[in-house]
């Protein structure tokens, strides 16, 4: 189907800048994500991407700016169910934990239904239906830390899918991955994007991605060098991010 996207911001960023120890993050940064854009937010090592995500989620407190989610101020947002995320790999979770796949996906209905709630029918059905999509129900009783990265990966997408988001952020989630489960991946987003309107954005080191799945793009080095389509990315925008010649390479996708 069609996305029915909107001109309406549903994450509005207004000027956000923070330093720490006199150095500059981030400088003055406005970028507006619209109802299903599949941002891919790109930039090189010590950019500030991880950090922008985090004032974003209210994890850190820029010096100034103000950020927006669904047109209230991050103050007032209440509606966290509304935003699934899977953070960078190495922070998500302790994979020597013993806790299953099963387990590991419910963690992402605590916001829903609270800590230590016991689990509707209902619940139960979502986690099952959750684990389907992303082809771990088979593994659902394994536990976490016996799977490979790729299939971690898929459990924690479908950690922040059970709450049934309406946008979600990935934080270079293909670290660590095999390439043939990257490609399924993207894949699997690209799907979500124009067949249930998922809002997506996506941090990455991965240039090639950017104009091979994404609707459109922004590049971050501190502040923003680029916002726009895929199609408007070109490499000329590239040099001055990344302080050397890039070239994007474009991943051939089946006629994708």
Same mark, same amino acid.
């Given at each position: 189907?069609? +996305?029915?996207?909107? @001109? ?19 400088? +003055? ?15 090189? +090592? ?9 004032? $974003? ?32 790999? /190495? ?19 605590? /916001? ?15 986690? @099952? ?13 394994? +536990? ?16 922040? $899918? ?15 991955? @095999? ?9 699997? !987003? ?11 954005? !996506?941090?990455?080191? @991965? ?50």
């Amino acid at each position: 189907m069609e +996305n029915s996207r909107s @001109d309406t911001p549903i994450i509005e960023l207004e000027n956000i800048s923070l330093k720490r120890e006199n150095q500059t993050i981030l400088s +003055n940064i406005d970028l507006r994500i619209r109802k299903g854009e599949f941002l891919g937010l790109v930039g090189p +090592n010590g950019s500030g991407k991880s950090t922008l995500i985090k004032i $974003l989620l209210g994890l850190i407190r820029p010096d100034k700016g103000n950020v927006h989610l669904f047109d209230q101020h991050l103050k007032q947002f209440k509606h966290w169910e509304k935003i699934g995320y899977v953070p960078q790999k /190495a922070a998500s979770i302790n994979t020597g934990f013993p806790a299953t796949v099963y387990e590991v996906t419910a963690m992402g209905l605590f /916001a829903k239904v609270g800590l230590l709630r016991f689990l509707k029918k209902s619940h139960k059905q979502k986690i @099952d239906e959750v684990l389907e999509t992303v082809g771990m129900l088979e593994y659902k009783h394994r +536990n976490i830390g016996a799977l490979s990265g790729g299939q971690q990966q898929r459990v924690f997408i479908a950690r922040a $899918l059970v709450s049934e988001p309406e946008v979600l952020i990935l934080d270079e989630p293909t670290v660590g991955v @095999d390439a043939a489960s990257v490609e399924i991946f993207y894949q699997l !987003l690209t799907k979500w994007n124009q067949q249930k309107d998922l809002t997506l954005l !996506l941090v990455t080191h @991965d240039v090639g991605v950017m104009t091979s799945y994404v609707t459109s793009v922004a590049c971050l080095n501190q502040t923003l060098h680029f916002h726009g389509s895929s199609r408007e990315f070109e490499t000329s925008e590239l040099s001055s991010l990344y302080g050397h010649d890039v070239q994007v390479i474009h991943h051939d996708h089946g006629g994708q």
